[in-house]
């Protein structure tokens, strides 16, 4: 299964998926990574290890229609089967996520449909959870749609929140378990063990 990974910080889940495609955990290669940031961990890793690794940032473009039509390029060309969404912070253009329908997924720092949407991401997303007073946050893998975390939940683990607990903390806690299941779901796709009917989505 080729799998391009878009990322936009220091890459530590892409980390995880190459560590679990080094371990023979599943069948499946990391053929691209894309950026949106030019500084991204994510990028140098990738270089280091030799996957085509690219900067392709909305700024760079005078039309979202050509932005998108990058992305697709770029795909095509390194005939990308999965996309892997690792901290990229940016939303999917609809004509990707068309194209690559069910094709696209992405790990979420909380328990979707809570705490997700625009604007939620990394300590955002911790410091709302505190905030409400929840007793469990954790993390989500899930199918990426034309909407911010709407898309069928694959697969999900929970973590206490303690009352003593930081966003600093919990985001460390939950950290761990993304590592953990994203490796887990994507293992699942690649051995075709997910089934997707209607609004629902499983692992067999």
């Known amino acids: 299964m080729n799998i391009a990974v878009f990322a936009s910080g220091h890459g530590s ?109 990394g300590h955002h997303v911790h410091e709302a959870v505190i905030a409400s007073g929840v007793k469990f946050s954790g993390a989500t893998v899930h199918f990426v749609d034309e909407e911010y975390d709407r898309g069928l939940i694959l697969l999900q683990k929970t973590v206490p929140v303690t009352k003593d607990d930081t966003p600093d903390t919990l985001a460390a806690k939950v950290l761990k378990i993304e590592h953990e299941i994203y490796p887990m779901a994507l293992k699942a796709i690649a051995e075709q063990r997910v089934t997707i009917d209607g609004n629902k989505a499983w692992i067999t």
């Open 13 to 121: 889940n892409f980390q995880a998926i190459l560590k679990a495609i080094d371990s023979g955990s599943f069948p499946a290669r990391v053929v691209l990574v894309i950026s949106n940031n030019v500084e991204a961990g994510a990028l140098q890793i990738a270089r280091a290890r030799e996957i085509r690794a690219l900067h392709i940032s909305q700024k760079m473009f005078s039309s979202d229609d050509a932005y998108a039509k990058a992305l697709m390029t770029a795909l095509k060309e390194r005939h990308t089967e999965y996309i892997a969404l690792a901290g990229f912070l940016k939303k999917v253009p609809t004509l990707v996520v068309r194209q690559w329908r069910n094709r696209i997924v992405n790990i979420h720092p909380a328990l979707l449909p809570s705490f997700g949407g625009a604007g939620m991401f």
